[in-house]
């Protein structure tokens, strides 16, 4: 295989991760609508306004912001808007999502959760565009370091990386799997499966970051990984009262 791929299209080559990841936004948000269209609990419009406007501006801003702080040189000495807008990560847009949809619901004077419900379409969307990650190999910083292991694959450098995307994609599934089964037992507080993904998700990114290239912030810990322990000390607080979900 060769990296990165891309795909020609009414005669224009579009390369895989962009692709993938409009792929999977388009096919989680579907997901999304036609779930809450099953769904029992129905919000107003105004608390349902709110809490999308807050998730779209956190995330986006997270994204954006976290993804150039991974590496502080080139957003303060080396800054370049088309590098800031280029400059993405999951783990920022989760980070700030959330924070965007606890302070939307305080404007709205809303209390109950409003999680759970877009845990299987996010999952499902991180699946897809990872997918797309993997197939630019190192030409996006989703790429593994060197390894010897018999995970080792060729990128597009030559060298034996490990493929971080197909890590993310096999926890992913076995997370989706895990948060069906706790589902069906419908035994839980309304946000414990929001809690759970975000938990888990973080713990996870946090140990996987220690196998990608990062810049080394404080200690051995790469910014992302920095905001992954914050994300998890606020769960774990969080998850131990039951009245505090998201």
Known sequence: MDFPVAFHIF???????????????????????????????????????????????????????????????????????????????????????????????KVVNHKESTGDLIVFPLMLAMIIGRIGCFLTGIYEETYGIPTDSIFGMNLGDQYLRHPVALYEIGFLIILWICLKYIQKLKR??????????????????????????RVEILGNFGTIQLVCICVIIYYIYTMKNTQSTI
Request: charged residues 15%; without cysteine; hydrophobic residues 50%.
């Open 11 to 105: 005669g224009k080559t579009i390369l895989a991760h962009p692709l993938f990841e409009a792929v999977g936004m388009f096919l989680g948000m579907r997901y999304y609508f036609y779930l809450k269209r099953k769904s029992k609990e129905k919000l107003s419009f105004n608390i349902s306004a709110a809490v999308l406007i807050g998730a779209t501006a956190g995330a986006l801003l997270g994204s954006k912001l976290i993804g150039n702080l991974e590496n502080p040189y080139l957003m303060f000495v080396r800054f370049s808007v088309q590098k800031f807008w280029s400059s993405n990560t999951i783990v920022g847009g989760l980070a700030l999502g959330l924070l965007g949809v606890e302070l939307a619901k």
């Open 188 to 213: 839980y507080p309304s946000g414990f499966l929001f809690q759970i993904f975000m938990l888990s998700y973080f713990t996870f990114r946090l140990l996987l970051d220690f196998i990608k290239p």
